[in-house]
């Protein structure tokens, strides 16, 4: 099967790379450095290495800054002027810069997560199978990111999403409908949210 690009299937990679990184100082995650690069750069490589041809990066927290320092050259950017008020804003920004697009499923990750790579990002979009597949990697078992969302549910996790939840209500909700996807064997899914968490940036 082939999408509008004719590149395999019509799965596009959804990047959300808004936060402002309150608890890091208000240092806005995607500029974070990472293996000598702003993470936002890292985490769309790792949708590319996955499969994703097109990659929609949803920005917010210094979006001007962002775009003068990494190199997004290929992605479609995506301004989330309400990035303050959560996760749910940039998922919704996001899906609705895909609407249109000819796209049949999206593929959600998030930037401030560098141990998921591009082998555990793959198992999941091969979960595709149409509008309406609806997957997630699991880690021993416990849902996590990234989530595969076939287009036939992103009407109902833009009207679910809010604040920080994303789209874990909907989710929950739907629950028997997805496709677990164990990744542990070959991803750590921890976020760089604090001071803390920075030693595992490279």
């Known amino acids: 099967m082939k999408d509008n690009q004719g590149n395999g299937t019509p799965v596009a990679g959804l ?20 293996r000598g690069r702003p993470l936002v750069e890292h985490a769309v490589a790792v949708l590319r290495a996955a499969g994703c041809a097109r990659v929609h990066v ?22 989330n ?19 249109g697009t000819g796209d049949r499923a999206a593929l ?3 930037v401030d997560q560098p141990g998921i790579g591009a082998e555990a990002v793959g198992r999941v979009r091969a979960a595709y199978r149409d509008e309406t ?3 997630s990697a699991a880690y021993a078992g416990v849902r996590g990111h990234p989530v595969l969302l076939g287009s036939a549910h992103w009407p109902g996790v833009v009207a679910a999403a809010t604040g920080d939840r994303g789209a874990r209500a909907y989710l929950k ?27 595992h940036l490279e």
Do not use: N, Q
Not at 15 to 34: D, E, I, V, Y
């Open 15 to 34: 990047l959300l790379a808004a936060g402002g990184g309150r608890r890091l100082g208000g240092r806005p995650k995607a500029l974070l450095a990472h």
């Open 58 to 79: 949803v920005l917010g927290a210094a979006a001007d800054t962002v775009r003068d320092r990494a190199d997004l050259s290929g992605c479609v950017l995506v301004d």
């Open 81 to 99: 002027p309400d990035w303050a008020a959560g996760m749910g804003s940039s998922l919704r920004a996001g899906l609705g810069s895909l609407a």
């Open 108 to 110: 959600v990750s998030l």
């Open 133 to 135: 597949s609806l997957a």
């Open 173 to 199: 909700a739907h629950e028997e409908a997805i496709t677990l996807v164990e990744c542990g064997d070959v991803a750590r899914p921890y976020d760089i949210d604090t001071e803390a968490d920075l030693i």
